[in-house]
Nanobody, 115 residues
């Protein structure tokens, strides 16, 4: 099992920045990728950004150039630096950790961007 704890959400004005953090514990040696999804009210959950154990990253087109995902040291930490935030970035952001047999999810952290 892998447990995930997120932090760093909040309320920010459009154009502002936030940094989300996610800490993994448990069977972290089995994790081959971590990242973030988000879900806005009335919408499906969507991938925001991911990073593999080798450091490869991928981003949703809507956040490219504004968001940066990175891993901390030790590597059970993942960060999402969000710059130039827009009202459409408002959502609950969920950290995930993927293994070969399951995906673990965090409890979610609310990000609200006011116009």
């Amino acid at each position: 099992q892998v447990q995930l704890v997120e932090s760093g959400g909040g309320l920010v004005q459009a154009g502002g920045s936030l940094r989300l953090s996610c800490t993994a514990s448990g069977s972290i040696s089995a994790v081959n990728a971590m990242g973030w999804y988000r879900q806005a009210p009335g919408k499906q959950r969507e991938l925001v950004a991911g990073i593999t154990s080798s450091g490869s990253t991928n981003y949703a087109d809507s956040v490219k150039g504004r968001f940066t995902i990175s891993r901390g040291n030790p590597k059970n930490l993942v960060y999402l630096q969000m710059n130039s935030l827009k009202p459409e970035d408002t959502a609950v952001y969920y950290c995930y950790a993927r293994t070969t047999s399951f995906v673990a999810w965090g409890q979610g952290t609310q990000v609200t961007v006011s116009s």
